[in-house]
T-cell receptor
Framework: DAGVIQSPRHEVTEMGQEVTLRCKPI?????LFWYRQTMMRGLELLIYFNNNVPIDDSGMPEDRFSAKMPNASFSTLKIQPSEPRDSAVYFC?????????????FGEGSRLTVL | GNSVTQMEGPVTLSEEAFLTINCTYT??????LFWYVQYPGEGLQLLLK?????DKGSNKGFEATYRKETTSFHLEKGSVQVSDSAVYFCALRESGGSNYKLTFGKGTLLTVNP
């Protein structure tokens, strides 16, 4: 079975450019999470969707960040305009039933470098 | 708010050595506790979990016991292998209304040398 699929795996861009990260969750999972991982702050939850609806976006750093989930099999995280401090690994994760089992299934991550 | 504190790494061991990675937490209520592992170039994956006090989670030779009195969930393995080299994350899940949220520690890098 396919796991969580993220693209691109690596992105290098210049400051001010728009960045779009994509995620396909595991089929049948109704919860989707976007996390950011940096050395300084570790893993931070950016946004949580349940049944395609954003439930908690309190971790989204600022208005430059936006996330959508137009259907159960696809989500995007967009940064516009990007800044060097956005450089990080961005993980998408999915789960069943709002994490009742406690298990998140992570993608391999998208490593973003903003020059 | 909730928080998870892990021992800082990196931890470097020889094969067959005993491993302990300390984890303590702060939470209201009765959280569930988890250890996740991240192998190089991969996403995190669940290693083990415990949902109530005195529960012991175990998997692949790793163990951790939920100690409410000391608010701890230390990870142990009796004999590590080179293939255990990875970053280990302790995490908690709140009980109650925000139980979708996992709070992670900063991770501990383990390197096992042959």
């Amino acid at each position: 079975d396919a796991g969580v699929i993220q693209s691109p795996r690596h992105e290098v861009t210049e400051m001010g450019q728009e960045v779009t990260l994509r995620c396909k969750p595991i089929s049948g999972h109704n919860s989707l999470f976007w996390y950011r991982q940096t050395m300084m702050r570790g893993l931070e939850l950016l946004i949580y969707f349940n049944n395609n609806v954003p439930i908690d976006d309190s971790g989204m750093p600022e208005d430059r960040f936006s996330a959508k989930m137009p259907n159960a099999s696809f989500s995007t995280l967009k940064i516009q305009p990007s800044e060097p401090r956005d450089s990080a690994v961005y993980f998408c994760a999915s789960a069943t039933s709002g994490l009742n089992t406690g298990e998140l299934f992570f993608g391999e991550g998208s490593r973003l470098t903003v020059l | 708010g909730n928080s998870v504190t892990q021992m800082e790494g990196p931890v470097t061991l020889s094969e067959e050595a005993f491993l302990t990675i300390n984890c303590t937490y702060t939470a209201t209520g009765y959280p569930s506790l988890f250890w996740y592992v991240q192998y190089p170039g991969e996403g995190l994956q669940l290693l083990l979990k415990a949902t109530k006090a005195d529960d012991k989670g175990s998997n692949k030779g790793f163990e951790a016991t939920y100690r409410k009195e000391t608010t701890s969930f230390h990870l142990e393995k009796g004999s590590v292998q080179v293939s255990d080299s990875a970053v280990y994350f302790c995490a908690l899940r709140e009980s109650g209304g925000s139980n979708y949220k996992l709070t992670f520690g900063k991770g501990t890098l383990l390197t096992v040398n042959p």
